[in-house]
């Protein structure tokens, strides 16, 4: 079932499962509000077991970098906002990986990482990236980091 975040009540459905369900829970406000605020999208999301496509595309491009992610995804989405594509995949350690992919400009491509305030850096991504610290009254101290996408999706 699909579920529109509420960046204004926060809640933790479809993330408590996650060690880190309360900061999980204000990481996806956080960019749920980035979107309404910026786009007026509202920001919406699946369980990642019907959102398979998503997340498959989100995990091929990481290849790019050899990247699997060990932890289990709990919810999906994507969406278009002009010629930007977002897919978004929330795990249950409390990463969320997000995929920019602006459909008309190959310079406009990326993958970002962002872990919620608690997590440890997951071994996959702990040797590859330096992660910038953000503050967000939603999700606390976001650490992020990110990659340009290379390839063709």
Do not use: C, W
């Amino acid at each position: 079932m699909a579920y529109v975040v509420d960046f204004k009540n926060v809640s933790t459905v479809g993330l408590e499962s996650s060690p880190v369900v309360d900061a999980l829970a204000g990481l996806r406000a956080n960019e749920a509000r980035y979107f309404k605020n910026k786009y007026d999208h509202d920001f919406t999301v699946e369980p990642a077991s019907k959102a398979k496509k998503v997340v498959d595309l989100v995990h091929k491009v990481l290849l790019e970098r050899d990247i699997v992610i060990e932890s289990r995804p709990l919810e999906a989405t994507q969406f278009q906002v002009d010629t930007l594509r977002f897919s978004y995949v929330f795990y249950e350690s409390g990463l969320s990986i997000n995929l920019m992919y602006d459909l008309e400009d190959p310079k406009k491509r990326a993958v970002g990482f962002k872990l919620s305030e608690g997590m440890d850096v997951p071994a996959e991504l702990d040797a590859k990236f330096k992660f910038a610290r953000q503050k967000s009254k939603l999700a606390g101290t976001i650490r992020g980091s990110y990659f340009v996408v290379k390839g063709q999706y």
